[in-house]
């Protein structure tokens, strides 16, 4: 069984920057994949970015190119989504997710993945 813990969420204003983690515990070893989504109020959960555990691969949504980055501390079993140029349109509950398939190919959908985190709010004020 493999726990995800996201934190580092929060009201910031549009332009600005915050910094997500997501820590994993438990039989992390069988997690190739973690994900970010987020669900705002009255939408269907949407992917955000992904990273491969082993290999490094990187994978984001259109929506966050060139503003979100994604990162890993091996040693802290956690996966860090480095947000900035926020907009208000980034408002959501954001959660981590993991995968154990594949390492090579990195999923998109929701429905792959295999377990989650609780979620962490993120606002962006205008």
């Known amino acids: 069984q493999v726990q995800l813990a996201e934190s580092g969420g929060g009201l910031v204003q549009a332009g600005g920057s915050l910094r997500l983690s997501c820590a994993a515990s438990g039989r992390t070893f069988s997690t190739t994949i973690i994900g970010w989504f987020r669900q705002a109020p009255g939408k269907e959960r949407e992917f955000v970015a992904a990273l491969s555990w082993t290999i490094g691969a990187t994978n984001f949504a259109d929506s966050v190119k060139g503003r979100f980055t994604i990162s890993r501390d091996n040693a802290k079993n956690t996966v860090y989504l480095q947000m900035t140029s926020l907009k208000p349109e980034d408002t959501a509950v954001y959660y981590c997710?993991?995968?154990?398939?594949?390492?090579?190919?990195?999923?998109?959908?929701?429905?792959?993945?295999?377990?989650w985190g609780q979620g962490t709010q993120v606002t962006v004020s205008s």
């Open positions: 997710a993991g995968y154990r398939g594949a390492a090579y190919y990195i999923p998109r959908d929701v429905a792959e993945y295999d377990y």
